[in-house]
């Protein structure tokens, strides 16, 4: 292998680097050309994807903690009727956490009342009711948005007409 | 230019991706999600909805929400009779017997519906790549007929697509493997998706993939595993408390997705906990679903379905005329082949064959599709193929180590400059050895060549400024320059076989510095703590001549003992943390040596530190060139 190679040693000083080639204006390679074009386009996507990662990521992670909170909700529901310290503790812990995904940009939403949504609910059931059809009437899991983003959409029971 | 796609239209899901610098990549749709549900839904209020959003809305809609349509694209109505009944909106017949989707008193063609869905797919890539999504490479089962392939080329162009090609799915699964590189090959492909089951054997070879045989189930998938692993955990359930969870729409979805849940964890574990607390509660309060569920429950559980895939591969093996025996490679296509007991099922039906399955079974189908797409494009070829190198380039540097400039698998070309100093006080010349290899020590390393670069003026080691620079062309021609920045003299080697190696020697070399790794890292690590420790004695000495009898008597003999104990551990090549102690001491002493007296006017100003560590202004790295 060693031998294979070419070996050119020439000494250049600052007065030699003076005389630089002119640059051949020709036509540019239209390969060369797409894949300068590719890159800058390949740059300006991952910039963008950049920016939205570890927003992505955050609301990923976040998205992993709400059946635990969803379970308290839960917990503190069964036990609507009886008040007691240990039931006192669980709402503290609830509210807690509510807290948090607050102060995190996580907002919980129920809907209740409103029209509803294929980009903010996902129906469970229909039930016949006095509010208009097709609004919310329950929710039996709630939603979480941060912003303008649907982090989770809320499960809802959805109202149908009187027959 | 606008972007060719591959996409896998398939009965549950869809996964578009394309093929981008050489790379196929999936491209995920508007909600970020990589594959989109084949769901089309009309909601009473006007509106259409595509994939996941109108999957939310289905239970408001069922007449509304049409779903797997790929079951009926390019039938005739009274071919599909029996699938009707599987979906919750209504299938007429149309013109000629065709087959027609009936929504709000309107008649869609299944074209249609699927035209809608491939709507979205590329609209969404379009808005994610930038550009917009015109031509495509659809994916088909391999059994669909001339009438089926027709129909889904229809829905394409109804999508505004050119439809490039429509392929089959076992045989973009094996262009995504590069499978149609080989030579002459059978191949057999298991696809066991959400719903449908699919076994194909190919024949493949120079660039030609030919369908042999295929064989399956369109009613079997992740959907059944599901469905038992939910009646399990409710049959536990109600032997316990009495309850039947599956009469409770709200507990019975959460089971749905628990027991999905599970599913997957047990393809990566052997047991995993089902956690339900106050999934349900009768008179004496609230009931908590809690199940520890072991693999081999599931495979229990499962052990019929698993089989059934038994049948079609056998019936497939018949029709291709081969045995297992003559299967040089399998491909696994579907989420539920993740699951280990389909994968040893497989490995046992094919003579213990290692199954393919490193490219994600999702997405395997729409990257073949992307690859085919490239290919017509032309793309693959036309791409301009960048080369990488296959080795680090360094150069020999203070105490016979390697620096390295240009790490291996850097894409070329490339262009790197490190700045370098003197090792001497008044060396006038540096040698620059070029290495190429993974080693620490330059002597284990390949010498590419070497060159001299002379008359740099008297100075004090680390105050001349030698800029390095290596450039690789995109034909592995590697040009290496050095330049003194004083005098601006330049020297210059080319070496035009750098990337000549042929692929053995480089697996050999890389191989050899990580087996090396450890010892090699132990050396450096000895070279850079005496490096240090000599630049650092070197500092104070200078510094002690500098401020002569300025510095009190007793704190210029603290220093000359510990210079002197410096040189000697330098000489011997003392244990790294001797050497290291010593460093500490002796930059301290220099810190108090700088700090109690004014910088003297003849002293460098950042001679001092370039030795030591890297000056954050000037690039000026902790290395130095052997004395020449």
Do not use: C
Not at chain 1, 137 to 152: M, N, S
Not at chain 2, 265 to 283: K, Y
Not at chain 2, 297 to 325: C, H, N, Y
Not at chain 2, 387 to 413: A, Y
């Amino acid at each position: 292998m060693a031998d294979s190679q070419t070996h050119e040693t020439e000494t250049r000083t600052e007065a030699s680097q003076a005389d630089v080639e002119p640059a051949a204006r020709s036509e540019p390679d239209p390969q060369l050309l797409r894949a300068l074009a590719d890159l800058d386009n390949l740059r300006k996507r991952y910039e963008r994807q950049l920016a939205s990662a570890s927003e992505a990521e955050r609301a990923r992670v976040t998205s992993l903690w709400l059946p635990v909170v969803d379970d308290l909700e839960r917990a503190l529901q069964h036990n609507d009727g009886e008040a007691g310290p240990i039931l006192e503790g669980v709402r503290a812990v609830y509210d807690h956490a509510i807290s948090l995904l607050a102060r995190l940009g996580f907002d919980r939403f129920e809907d209740v009342g409103q029209p509803f949504d294929p980009a903010r609910h996902e129906a469970v059931g229909t039930i016949e009711a006095d509010a208009p059809p097709g609004s919310v009437v329950a929710a039996v899991r709630p939603g979480y948005e941060h912003v303008d983003e649907v982090i989770r959409p809320a499960r809802v029971v959805v109202a149908r007409a009187r027959d | 230019m606008a972007k060719a796609v591959g996409i896998d239209l398939g009965t549950t899901n869809s996964v578009i991706a394309t093929v981008e610098g050489g790379q196929p990549t999936v491209i995920p749709n508007a909600e970020g999600s990589r594959t989109t549900p084949s769901v089309v839904a009309f909601t009473e209020q006007g509106d259409r909805l595509v994939g996941q959003l109108a999957r939310r809305q289905a239970i408001l809609n069922p007449k509304g929400t049409i779903t797997s349509v790929k079951r009926f694209i390019g039938r005739r109505y009274d071919e599909v009779e029996t699938e009707i009944h599987t979906v919750a909106y209504d299938v007429v017949p149309g013109p000629d017997g065709a087959v027609r989707v009936k929504v709000h008193d309107k008649l869609y063609a299944p074209e249609e519906i699927s035209a809608m869905i491939l709507r979205k797919l590329a609209d969404d890539a379009g808005k994610f790549l930038g550009e917009r999504v015109t031509e495509a490479v659809i994916t088909v089962p391999a059994y669909f007929n001339d009438a089926q392939r027709q129909a889904t080329k229809d829905a394409g162009r109804i999508a505004g697509l050119d439809v490039l090609r429509i392929i089959n799915e076992p045989t973009a699964a094996a262009l995504a493997y590069g499978l149609d590189k080989k030579s002459s090959e059978t191949v057999l492909v298991f696809d066991l998706g959400g719903g449908t089951f699919d076994v194909s054997i190919l024949d493949v070879g120079d660039g030609v993939v030919e369908v042999r045989a295929t064989a399956g189930d369109t009613h079997l998938g992740g959907d059944d595993f599901d469905r038992r692993l939910v009646d399990y955990l409710a049959d536990e359930f109600q032997k316990e408390n009495g309850i039947d969870l599956r009469k409770d729409p709200q507990a019975l979805q959460r089971l749905f997705e628990a027991a999905e849940k599970a599913k997957v964890e047990l393809s990566s574990v052997t047991q995993t906990q089902v956690n339900l607390p106050f999934i349900t509660a009768d008179a004496n309060g609230p009931k908590h679903l809690v199940v520890t569920i072991m693999r081999s429950t599931f495979e229990q559980l499962t052990a019929d379905l698993i089989e059934r895939t038994m049948g079609p591969v056998q019936q497939a093996m018949a029709d291709a005329k081969v045995t297992s025996a003559d299967i040089d490679e399998v491909i696994l296509v579907g989420g539920s082949t993740r699951i280990p007991a389909v994968q040893q099922l497989v490995r046992r039906l094919t003579g213990g064959k290692e199954p393919n399955m490193t490219v994600n079974p999702d997405e395997v189908v729409a990257v073949g599709a992307a690859i085919q797409a490239a290919i017509i494009k032309g793309e693959v070829k036309d791409v301009l193929l960048l080369d990488v190198t296959p080795l680090s380039l360094g150069v020999e540097t203070l105490g016979g180590v390697s620096t390295k400039v240009i790490e291996r698998n850097t894409t070329i070309p490339a262009r790197r400059t490190e700045v370098f100093s003197t090792a001497e006080d008044n060396q006038s010349a540096v040698d620059v050895v070029v290495l190429q290899g993974e080693r620490e020590l330059a002597a284990d390393n390949r010498v590419l060549g070497r060159f001299r670069l002379e008359g740099i003026r008297p100075a004090p080691r680390g105050v001349p400024q030698v800029e390095v620079t290596y450039d690789i062309d995109a034909n592995g021609i590697l040009n290496v320059s050095a330049r003194d920045k004083d005098t601006g003299a330049e020297q210059r080697i080319t070496i035009s076989e750098s990337s000549n190696l042929d692929k053995g020697e480089v697996e050999r070399m890389v191989q050899d510095a990580e087996r090396h790794r450890s010892e090699d890292a132990r050396i450096r690590e000895q070279v850079d703590a005496r490096n240090e420790l000599d630049a650092v004695a070197y500092q104070v000495e200078r510094r002690l001549e500098e401020l002569g009898d300025r510095v009190p008597s007793h704190e210029r003999q603290r220093a000359e003992m510990l210079v002197a104990d410096a040189r000697q551990a330098v000489k011997e090549n003392a244990p790294v943390d001797r050497m290291r102690s010593l460093s500490a001491e002796l930059q301290q002493v220099y810190q108090s040596l700088v700090a109690s007296r004014p910088a003297d006017a003849g002293a460098s100003p950042n001679g001092a530190d370039q030795t030591a560590q890297p000056a954050d202004d000037d690039d000026v790295i902790d290395a130095d060139f052997t004395v020449s």
